[in-house]
C-alpha cells in the first residue's frame, strides 16, 4: 500500500534485509585491515616510522571525513533511473576492492618518503570508495524499514556480517596466511583475499538491493545554491538527539584513532601470541557476536533501546580492561592474577574475555545505529526534509578528523614507548618496559573515553512512542 509521500510500507522483506546486511561483509573486511593489521605491517615489516604511519593513517582519514558529508548531501539530492543510493554505491565496488589489494602488496625496495607517499595515495583512494559505497549504503535503512522494532534488526544484521567479513578474513590470515605478525609474503595473500572478499559483499548488497529502488523515496528538485544548503544543514542538524549522539561519537571516535592497530601489538609484545594459536579467537568472537546479536530484535521488543545500549556499553567499560590492567599488577606489583604467557589457561580466559567484550559492545552499537535511524523522521517533522545523507555524513565527517588526531596520538604513543628506538633489546619489547609502559597508557585513555560517551548518550531524547508519532503523523503507516 502507499503511504501519503508515495512510498511504500514501511517493512523490509527478510530478503531486503539479507541483502541490505550483506554489504557489511565490505567494511569488516576494511576495518580488519585499518584497526589490525595496517600498523604493525608498515612499522614492523616494511620499516616506515610508526609516527609517519600514523600520520598517513590521519591524512587519509582527513580526505575521508570531507568526502563524506559531500557524497551524503549529493546523494540525498540525487535523481536517477537507479535512484538516489546505487549509482554511488556501483561505481565503488571496482576500486574499492583494488585499493585494498594494492595497499598490502610488496612495494619492494623503496625509500621511506616514497613508502610513506604510496601508503597516503592508496589509503585515500580505499577511503574514498568506502565512502561511495558506505554512505549511501547507510542512508538506505531508513528508507527500507520505517518500523521501530525492524530498524533493529537491520541494524543488526549490518552487525553480524560486519562482524563475519572481519573476523573471517583475521582468521584465514592468522591460520593460512601469516607464520608471524611479521610475515610479508603472508600479507600479500591476505591482499588478493581481502580485495576479492570486498568485491564480493560490495556486488552482492548493490544487486540484492537493486529490485527496491522503484520503493524508495524520490525527492522533489531541491537547490544546490550554498547558502540554501548551508540554511537547510544547519536547521537540520540542530536537533537535540542527533547532537547527543554526535558528541558522544566524537569522544568514542578519538578511541578508535588511538586504539588503531593496537591490538596486535598487545598480542605480539603483551601476550606474545603466534597468529595460528588465537586464530580461533577470532572465529570464537565472531560466532559470539552473531548470536547475541541475532537476539537483538528480541532483546529490545518493547523496550527502550537507550537504555539497553547504555547498560551494555557501562559493563564493557568496567570488564574490558581486566586483563590488562590484571597483568600489569602481576608485574609491578609480583601477584599472580593472570595465568603466564603461553598457557592454555590464558589462552581460554581471553578468548572467552575477547567473545564477551565483542558481543556486548556490538549488541550496543546495534541499537546506537538504530536510535540515529529515528532521528530521521523527527527531523522530517520538524523540516519536512529527508536528509539521512547528510545526517549520518556530517556525524562522521567530524568523527573522522577526531579519529585522525587519535591514529597521530597513536603513532606518538608508539613511539614515545620505545618501538621505533633502533636500541632497544628484544627483551624490551617482549614483556618489558617499552610495552608494559605503552598498555599503562593505553588502559588509561580506554577507560575514559568511552565512560564520557557513554553518559552522553543518556541524553537521547527519543522513544518508541515519540518515534511511532512520528511515522503517524508523516504517513509512513501500512493501511
Not at 576494511?30 to 598517513?56: E, H, P, R, W
Not at 568526502?67 to 554505491?89: A, E, V
Not at 537491520?154 to 552487525?159: P, S
Not at 611479521?182 to 548488497?205: H, K, N, R
Request: charged residues 15%.
Amino acid at each position: 500500500m502507499l503511504s501519503a509521500n508515495g512510498t511504500k510500507a514501511q517493512r523490509a522483506t527478510k530478503t531486503t534485509q539479507f541483502y541490505y546486511g550483506f554489504g557489511s561483509i565490505s567494511v569488516g573486511i576494511k576495518n580488519n585491515l585499518l584497526g589490525t593489521f595496517l600498523l604493525i605491517y608498515y612499522n614492523q615489516v616494511l620499516g616506515l616510522d610508526a609516527i609517519l604511519t600514523a600520520s598517513a593513517m590521519a591524512v587519509a582519514l582527513v580526505f575521508d571525513a570531507f568526502s563524506d558529508p559531500l557524497i551524503g548531501i549529493w546523494s540525498d539530492r540525487t535523481k536517477t533511473r537507479w535512484g538516489r543510493r546505487h549509482p554511488f554505491m556501483y561505481f565503488s565496488i571496482i576500486p574499492f576492492s583494488l585499493a585494498y589489494y594494492f595497499i598490502l602488496s610488496d612495494p619492494g625496495d623503496i625509500s621511506q618518503p616514497e613508502l610513506y607517499t604510496r601508503l597516503v595515495f592508496w589509503l585515500i583512494i580505499l577511503r574514498m570508495c568506502m565512502t561511495l559505497f558506505e554512505v549511501p549504503r547507510g542512508a538506505l535503512a531508513p528508507e527500507l524499514s520505517k518500523d521501530y522494532d525492524q530498524r533493529n534488526t537491520l541494524a543488526a544484521l549490518g552487525m553480524m556480517f560486519g562482524w563475519l567479513g572481519g573476523a573471517g578474513i583475521d582468521y584465514l590470515a592468522k591460520e593460512f596466511w601469516l607464520d608471524s605478525f611479521l610475515d610479508l609474503e603472508g600479507y600479500q595473500t591476505l591482499a588478493f583475499w581481502g580485495g576479492v572478499g570486498i568485491f564480493i559483499g560490495s556486488a552482492v548488497s548493490c544487486l540484492g538491493t537493486h529490485r527496491n529502488i522503484p520503493d524508495l523515496y524520490k525527492p522533489a528538485v531541491r537547490s544546490l545554491n550554498i547558502k540554501v544548503l548551508v540554511k537547510e544543514a544547519i536547521s537540520t542538524l540542530s536537533n537535540k538527539s542527533w547532537l547527543v549522539l554526535f558528541l558522544s561519537g566524537s569522544f568514542y571516535a578519538l578511541l578508535i584513532g588511538l586504539e588503531s592497530g593496537v591490538g596486535t601489538y598487545y598480542n605480539e609484545f603483551f601476550w606474545q601470541w603466534k597468529p595460528t594459536v588465537i586464530a580461533p579467537m577470532s572465529i570464537i568472537t565472531a560466532l559470539s557476536v552473531i548470536a547475541l546479536v541475532f537476539f537483538a530484535p528480541f532483546i529490545a521488543k518493547g523496550r527502550n533501546k537507550k537504555k539497553i545500549a547504555v547498560g551494555l556499553f557501562l559493563t564493557t567499560i568496567f570488564v574490558g580492561p581486566l586483563p590488562v590492567a590484571l597483568r600489569l599488577m602481576d608485574v609491578f606489583y609480583g601477584s599472580n592474577f593472570i595465568p603466564e604467557n603461553g598457557s592454555d589457561a590464558l589462552w581460554y580466559i581471553l578468548a572467552i574475555h575477547g567473545a564477551a567484550m565483542g558481543a556486548l559492545g556490538a549488541l550496543g552499537f546495534v541499537f546506537i545505529g538504530s536510535m540515529s535511524m529515528d532521528i530521521v523522521e523527527q527531523v522530517e517533522t520538524n523540516t519536512d526534509r529527508r536528509e539521512e545523507g547528510l545526517l549520518g555524513t556530517i556525524n562522521a565527517f567530524v568523527h573522522k578528523l577526531v579519529g585522525a588526531g587519535g591514529v597521530i596520538l597513536s603513532g606518538l604513543i608508539i613511539s614515545y614507548a620505545g618501538f621505533d628506538n633502533p636500541e632497544a633489546t628484544r627483551a624490551d619489547f617482549y614483556g618489558g618496559d617499552i610495552i608494559n609502559n605503552f598498555a599503562i597508557i593505553h588502559l588509561i585513555i580506554g577507560i575514559t573515553l568511552p565512560f564520557i560517551s557513554t553518559l552522553l548518550v543518556l541524553f537521547y531524547d527519543i522513544d518508541r512512542s515519540k518515534h511511532n508519532t512520528h511515522v503517524s503523523d508523516l504517513g509512513y503507516v501500512e493501511e
